[in-house]
């Protein structure tokens, strides 16, 4: 609540500072309403404040411009704002994969009313799956299963050498091993229900997108819209498969999003890209016994050592996997039906006119991800993305450019890809959000000796030190204010690189009496409160 006056621009900037949070504040413009004479004088009777602006955050009084300004640096604006209990929930995360599913578990556990949305959108050919994102669908999981399946077959072959005789004719069967390995992504696409309900954490299998500040729509199946409302949100919504854009792609290609669970063995295979995700499946699909060739547009694995880029690919080349390289598909047209069918691929030279054609049953782009940012109503509350990536980009805190919506995954600006990145992510965001310190703080005042006699002031000088309690409590901050500050702090900052933990500094005899000796005997914790002044030396 805003008691303001139109023409006083303070109220302009307080009400500036409101919009720009995305707080939709009641406002009185005080010259405007007849009794604003007098609603002044109770305010000012109320609050001990005459002027305006005088502001109110969910029945806390807050104060005039300056001290709101205050409050919004200091980080008390942004609680008070997220106190209000109108909103449904505290948190909602849209996105049930690797980083919004730990940060859901994390902010519940630390007491906080938690919604995950997630919905796949079915890929072109109409693949879906469960709870749990990429990593554990359409990733890193079934990726490895297929490989372990591919390193079997080697296995067998390896075996003849090292005395195993047997007869009959070893095939690989498709269907067994796709069923074997989407059972057991069914059983774990149970198991991140069962832990969400566990702990209390609201899931709903629907689309998410922004409608307003702090309100969300939410899409099923059946195309049924509820809205709800939340004090903050995380977005952590992935990527998927890129297109090439050209005639047939979407409707006879595959991308890894369908390869996994695809119903028939898909045959002979072109694998068109040159990223891990192309090579790697290149590599399991021929060592399951397929004719695998992989076109690249231009150079292995790009991002990576490219001596070792070209390394694996000599490696594969060796063990059947063939290359086209500097070509590019410019057309696909379907030859016959079936399981697999037939496909034939128009492609050109990246280096000059010539075209070539080849005849395959399955053609796997794998030529790059998307991030799911762009339907979800972003630019209606002002969440800013990198219009050419789609990324989000976030600052140290993972906070997007507006202040109650975070992102984490793979759609956050400049972050590595990968699953292990995105669940820290997700864990961190929620302990830094809803309070649970990962930082322990140890100080004194302390009164160096030669001040004693010459009668300086006591509890002045002051040490602190700051500890990762994640890592053992090492030593990630180190402060002192008082006599030969630097050279007591070029000592510890040697111990602090060889990996110095609050354990180290107690386990120290001190050099008495010196400065520096402080360090070794802090027991007193910042947020303990106790008493820190020194009675003596
Ligand atoms: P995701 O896990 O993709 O989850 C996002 C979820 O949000 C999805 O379920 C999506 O459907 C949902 N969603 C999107 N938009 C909305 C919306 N508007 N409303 C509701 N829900 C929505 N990483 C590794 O560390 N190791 C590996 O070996 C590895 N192998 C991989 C192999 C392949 C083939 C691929 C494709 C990826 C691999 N990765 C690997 C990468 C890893 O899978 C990702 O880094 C990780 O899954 C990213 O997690 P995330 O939380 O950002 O998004």
């Known amino acids: 609540m805003i008691f303001s006056k139109s023409y006083c621009p303070h109220s302009t900037r307080v009400k500036e500072l409101f919009s720009s949070l995305g707080v939709e504040c009641n406002v009185l413009e005080l010259d405007q309403v007849d009794d604003g004479a007098k609603v002044q004088e109770v305010l000012s009777e109320i609050t001990n404040q005459k002027t305006v602006p005088n502001v109110f955050v969910n029945k806390v009084h807050v104060g ?9 640096q200091s980080g008390l604006l942004q609680k008070l704002l997220q106190e209000d209990s109108a909103y449904d929930y505290d948190l909602i995360i849209v996105g049930g994969g690797s980083g919004g599913l730990s940060c859901a578990k994390e902010a519940a556990i630390l007491g906080k009313k938690v919604m995950v949305l997630d919905f796949v959108v079915p890929s072109p050919q109409g693949t879906s799956w469960g709870l749990g994102g990429t990593c554990v669908n359409v990733g890193c999981i079934p990726k490895k299963l297929m490989h372990q399946a591919a390193l079997l077959g080697q296995a067998l072959c390896d075996s003849r050498k090292f005395g195993w005789e047997y007869n009959q004719q070893v095939k690989h069967n498709w269907e067994t091993m796709t069923k074997a390995i989407q059972n057991h992504i069914s059983s774990l696409n149970w198991g991140y229900r069962l832990s969400l309900r566990e702990k209390a954490v609201a899931y709903v299998n629907s689309y998410g997108e922004f409608v307003e500040h702090h309100k969300i729509k939410v899409t099923n199946k059946k195309g049924q819209e509820t809205y709800y409302t939340a004090a903050q949100f995380v977005i952590a919504t992935g990527e998927r498969p890129r297109y090439l854009g050209i005639q047939g792609d979407k409707e ?10 695809l119903p028939y063995c898909p045959g002979k295979t072109l694998v068109v890209g040159a990223s891990y995700v192309a090579l ?3 590599g399991f699909l021929a060592g399951i016994g397929l004719d695998v060739t992989v076109m690249v547009r231009s150079i292995l694995l790009r991002g990576f050592d490219q001596e070792m880029a070209e390394k694996v690919g000599s490696y594969m080349e060796q063990h059947g996997v063939k290359f086209l390289r500097k070509f590019i598909p ?3 047209q379907q030859l016959e039906k079936g399981s697999p069918g037939k496909l034939k691929v128009l492609a050109k030279s990246t280096e000059g006119t010539e075209t070539i054609e080849g005849v395959y049953n399955t053609v796997l782009l794998a030529i790059g991800r998307d991030s799911c940012t762009r339907k979800m109503g972003l630019e209606k509350i002002g969440v800013k993305i990198n219009e050419k990536s789609g990324k989000i980009p976030v600052n140290d805190v993972e906070q997007t450019s507006v202040p109650y919506v975070f ?6 600006e400049g972050k590595p890809e990968l699953t292990p990145v995105a669940i820290q992510s997700g864990k961190l965001l929620a302990r830094r959000l809803f309070g649970a310190s990962l930082e322990k703080i140890y100080h ?11 009668g300086r002031e006591n509890n002045t000088c002051y040490a602190k030190i700051i500890c990762n309690k994640l890592d053992h409590d090492r030593v990630i901050g180190f402060h002192i ?5 630097g050279e007591v702090t070029q000592g510890f900052a040697a111990a602090m690189k060889c990996g110095l933990t609050k354990q180290l500094l107690d386990d120290t005899i001190g050099i008495h009496p010196t400065c520096g000796e402080v360090f070794t005997t802090l027991e007193i914790t910042k947020s303990s409160g106790l008493d820190i002044t020194q009675k003596g030396c």
């Open 330 to 332: 410019v057309m696909i």
């Open 407 to 412: 992102a984490v995954g793979d759609i956050s």
């Open 280 to 282: 790697e499946c290149a």
């Open 481 to 485: 204010l008082g006599p030969n500050a």
């Open 252 to 261: 006879y290609c595959i991308t890894s999003d369908d390869l996994f669970s």
């Open 64 to 72: 005039g411009c300056d001290q709101t300004f205050q409050a919004y």
């Open 444 to 454: 004194t005042l302390f009164w160096p000796l030669e001040w004693t006699v010459a």
